[in-house]
């Protein structure tokens, strides 16, 4: 309802209760279909009627506006960090053991 009209917004919301209750209908109608066919044919029926509100939905893709999009071209960038390569540490088992029974602070990060 965010990009509904407000002087709409009432109508469309109607539908949207008579597409609710259209669920208990459909319930119905697939007991029915399954007992008079077989249970597959209300699986069949179900991703065609999915399949077509999917691309009806699809359809809506250019209509609605991309907020994100807006929002990021009138946003200021940020000014370019200055790239820092940070230094990888790695140690070897015997690097890591001589520096424990040394004592030195060799194998320790800071």
Known sequence: ???VPKDTRARWKSLESIAAFGWCGSAALGGIL?????YSFTFLITAALQG??????????PVVPIQEAEKKESEPKPAAKKHQRKQKVSFKGSD???????????????
């Open 52 to 61: 077509t509100g999917t691309l009806m939905m699809a359809l809506l893709i």
């Open 1 to 3: 309802m965010d990009f």
């Open 96 to 110: 890591l053991k001589q520096s424990l029974v040394s004592g030195d602070d060799a194998g320790t990060i800071n």
């Open 34 to 38: 399954a007992d008079k066919y077989s």
